[in-house]
């Protein structure tokens, strides 16, 4: 029952969230988004309490790190004379990331072979969707930075999908890395495409709070026995 009433927590309150950031709004943004990345962890510790292991252990440390980052990059916009806060931000995201490829990898353990098909698909794609939309994008120097973020992303995700289909990993952690893929390829189009839109920031937060509620339902099991 708890687990669906945080699911719910989630959902509302990055619904009101959401709400008042295309809105420009202020304190509220910043607390509503708190209080759902707040529930979001706390759905991660009710499952990994049910199925306790050291890859449950880790993707729930990325949970946390996924809060840390997103109190730290709401908190740059709120005082954007504080340089420090989107680096930390962003640094967190990243560790997430890394959380999460390690979970993974002590879960399902690790498939080189999966590996390097996911790095190759993940480079031929993310590098012929850059080139083709770099007329109409104003990346300046970081189109290669951006290029190799967009890269390991889709590797990543093309790698958890693989795991999923072919090694017996969560569907819902599968499920969850092709939502923070959307969510991130539509960040790059909001800050170098001139695409900062109601419709794609909605759609770009509203994929990104499904993406950390299916990884925390992940944590109930991450390896389908």
């Known amino acids: 029952m708890i687990k669906y009433i945080l699911i719910a927590m989630t959902a509302i309150f990055a619904t009101i969230f959401i709400f008042f950031k295309v809105r420009r709004r202020g304190g509220i943004v910043t607390a509503t988004k708190a209080i759902a990345a707040l529930s979001f962890v706390s759905l991660g510790f009710v499952m990994v309490s049910k199925s306790p292991a050291n890859a449950g252990l880790i993707m729930l440390f990325g949970l946390v790190l996924g809060m840390v980052g997103d109190i730290f990059l709401d908190a740059s916009h709120v005082c954007p004379e504080e340089k420090a806060f989107l680096p930390l931000g962003m640094a967190a995201f990243a560790i997430e990331h890394i959380a999460v490829f390690c979970a993974v990898t002590v879960a399902c353990g690790f498939h080189i072979l999966y590996f390097g098909i996911s790095l190759a698909f993940g480079a031929v794609t993310a590098l012929a969707v850059l080139f083709a939309v770099r007329k109409n994008m104003n990346f300046g120097e970081l189109f290669y930075p951006s290029a190799i973020y967009a890269s390991l992303l889709t590797a990543t995700m093309a790698y958890y999908i693989l795991m999923a289909v072919l090694g017996g990993l969560a569907v819902t ?17 909001i800050l170098f495409g001139e695409k900062d839109t109601v419709k794609m920031n909605v759609f770009n937060l509203s994929t990104y709070f499904a993406a950390q509620i299916m990884y925390a339902l992940s944590l109930g099991g991450l390896v389908i026995k």
């Open 173 to 189: 952690l599968a499920i969850g890395a092709v939502l923070f893929f959307i969510s991130d390829f539509i960040i790059l189009f």
